[in-house]
């Protein structure tokens, strides 16, 4: 809805294409990492998680990539279909699930 | 299991005015924190507990209060609104170390 970012990078796929959302965090302490999606209207849900012990990770049809030299997050959908269309954040912590810091988030757009 | 609940779903308050946003859950988890979400921007901690009677601020705690008395319920007190409290608020709720789970929010509007 209108309350989740008014002005936030869109990202604009085919439905079909894969699609790739990318994330910059500041905190070279932070050594765990979440991406969650919101939904107009809704709460975010959680979608995956990475460790810094770790450089890639994959649930169904998502995959996580970490490069902590740069300090850079990525969440790869495969396959994206009308229903991921919503805003998705990433979100880091120092330690798993402690005072999360959120990213602004990007709108993706999934093209019928 | 209704998960983590949230009321109310809206509200509009006048300058001053003070209330109380309720958050209960029934998954017996022991950290429970609040967010504030603004246009354009993502979540902010404005204050977390990680157990009953133990509670402690996160990065924008000022204008509120909260308490924890007992597990289930974790409220989120505005002293005296304020318009920069225009916002949409989020409870949520996580067993220790593992995901969190959030609310369907509480969208304020204050005047």
């Given at each position: 809805g209108e309350s989740v970012g008014l002005h936030l990078p869109t990202l604009s796929v085919q439905e079909g294409d894969n699609s790739i959302i990318n994330c910059a965090y500041s905190?070279?302490?932070?050594d765990y990492f979440i991406w969650y999606k919101q939904e107009s209207g809704k709460g975010p849900q959680f979608i995956i998680d990475i460790r810094s012990n770790m450089d890639k990770r994959q649930g169904q049809r998502v995959t996580v990539l970490l490069n902590k030299t740069v300090k850079h997050l990525s969440l790869q959908i495969a396959?994206?279909?009308?229903?991921?269309?919503a805003v998705y954040f990433c979100a880091e912590s120092?330690?798993?699930?402690?005072m999360l810091t959120f990213g602004g988030g990007t709108r993706l757009m999934v093209k019928p | 299991n209704a998960g983590v609940t949230q009321t109310p779903k809206f509200q509009v308050l006048k300058t001053g005015q003070s209330m109380t946003l309720q958050c209960a859950q029934d998954?017996?988890?022991e950290y429970m924190s609040w967010y504030r979400q603004d246009p354009g921007m993502g979540l902010r901690l404005i204050h977390y507990s990680v157990g009953a009677g133990i509670t402690d601020q996160g990065e924008v705690p000022n204008g509120y209060n909260v308490s924890r008395s007992t597990t289930e319920d974790f409220p989120l007190r505005l002293l005296s609104a304020a318009p920069s409290q225009t916002s949409v608020y989020f409870c949520a709720t996580r067993k220790w170390g593992n995901e969190q789970f959030f609310g369907p929010g509480t969208r304020l509007t204050v005047l």
């Open positions: 905190n070279s302490a932070s396959a994206t279909q009308p229903g991921d269309s120092q330690g798993a699930g402690n | 998954m017996n988890h």
